[in-house]
């Protein structure tokens, strides 16, 4: 049987290129205890990412840059690349 899911997403771009993202999801087949925090400064959508899993519930806050990374030059991608 596939997982059902239901979940409930917020993205606002603050200043720049920086964006906020938050959302909540409901995974009714895989209850579980997770929590994860990474910051990174390069790559595509660096920034702060927290993920927290409790039970079914499952919470994510992120303040990334929403630009992409050009991994062959080590820079962000221009416009239109």
């Given at each position: 049987?596939?997982?059902?899911?239901?979940?409930?997403?917020?993205?606002?771009?603050?200043?720049?290129?920086?964006?906020?993202?938050?959302?909540?999801?409901?995974?009714?087949?895989?209850?579980?205890?997770?929590?994860?925090?990474?910051?990174?400064?390069?790559?595509?959508?660096?920034?702060?990412?927290?993920?927290?899993?409790?039970?079914r519930l499952f919470l994510e806050f992120n303040i990334i840059d929403d630009r992409h990374?050009?991994?062959?030059?080590?820079?962000?991608?221009?416009?239109?690349?």
């Amino acid at each position: 049987m596939g997982t059902i899911m239901m979940n409930r997403y917020f993205n606002r771009r603050l200043w720049g290129h920086k964006s906020l993202e938050m959302g909540v999801q409901c995974d009714f087949n895989e209850p579980d205890v997770d929590f994860m925090i990474r910051f990174n400064t390069r790559g595509d959508h660096a920034g702060l990412t927290t993920h927290l899993q409790l039970g079914r519930l499952f919470l994510e806050f992120n303040i990334i840059d929403d630009r992409h990374w050009n991994w062959d030059e080590n820079r962000w991608c221009l416009q239109g690349e």
